[in-house]
């Protein structure tokens, strides 16, 4: 099974500035990587798949990078809106999928 | 639209049994290949099981195979999770996910499944 390991557990940043998270894979997944955002009481939202293919009407400040076992979030200029939990998921070896543990994204 | 809707959630005894249902709306069934994924409530998303469009091909996580079987009906727009041999560590949220391009595009709000007795 591919771990996929997120870093760091909490992120602290102002709005304005940009944000930063990283996701490794215990094993090469290519490019088959999608991050999520999840707000509390919410089901998670599909923000990149392909690493870096942005889902549909999701703004420009999101970005996604990397392939191989390394991947980036870069959120350009945080919104209040953006503060949430973020996963990222491995589907390689599809339909089985593991997602990383998580990293959360609060205000400084 | 796009919609997804879980059923089929409550409270079980352990070792006991549990069917879900999520109904799917808004786009072509068949097309798309289908996930179930949990989340215990404050903690992390874990995928339990994926099913593609025809059902040739599934998959299941570790902590469910053997115990946990998915299955889809195309002509009730409807995919299922049959959950036998339940266990505490079995309690979560349980969603429907839609497949797109291997990732999951549209979820629906969850069904709450609670192992106790």
């Known amino acids: 099974e591919t771990v996929m390991t997120q870093s760091p557990a909490t992120l602290s940043v102002s709005p304005g500035e940009r944000a930063t998270l990283s996701c490794r894979a215990s094993?090469?997944?290519?490019?088959?990587l999608a991050w999520y955002q999840q707000k509390p009481g919410q089901a998670p939202r599909l923000l990149i798949y392909?690493?870096?293919t942005r889902a549909t009407d999701i703004p420009a400040r999101f970005s996604g990078s990397g392939s191989g076992t390394e991947f980036t979030l870069t959120i350009s200029s945080l919104q209040s809106e953006d503060f949430a939990v973020y996963y990222c998921q491995q589907y390689n070896s599809w339909p089985s999928i593991t997602f990383g543990q998580g990293t959360r994204l609060e205000i400084k | 639209e796009v919609k997804l809707v879980e059923s089929g959630g409550g409270l079980v005894q352990p070792g006991r049994s549990l069917r879900l249902s999520c109904a799917a709306s808004g786009f072509t069934f068949d097309d798309y290949a289908m996930h179930w994924v949990r989340q215990v409530p404050g903690k992390g998303l874990e995928w339990v099981s994926g099913?593609?469009?025809?059902?040739?091909?599934?998959g299941y996580a570790d902590s469910v195979k053997g115990r946990f079987t998915i299955s889809r009906d195309n002509a009730k727009n409807s995919l299922y999770l049959q959950m036998n041999s339940l266990r505490g560590e079995d309690t979560a949220l349980y969603y429907c996910?839609?497949?797109?391009?291997?990732?999951?595009?549209?979820w629906g709000q969850g069904t709450l499944v609670t192992v106790s007795s």
């Open positions: 996910a839609k497949d797109k391009d291997y990732a999951c595009d549209y």
């Open positions: 094993q090469s997944v290519s490019s088959n």
């Open positions: 099913i593609s469009w025809n059902s040739g091909s599934t």
């Open positions: 392909g690493a870096s």
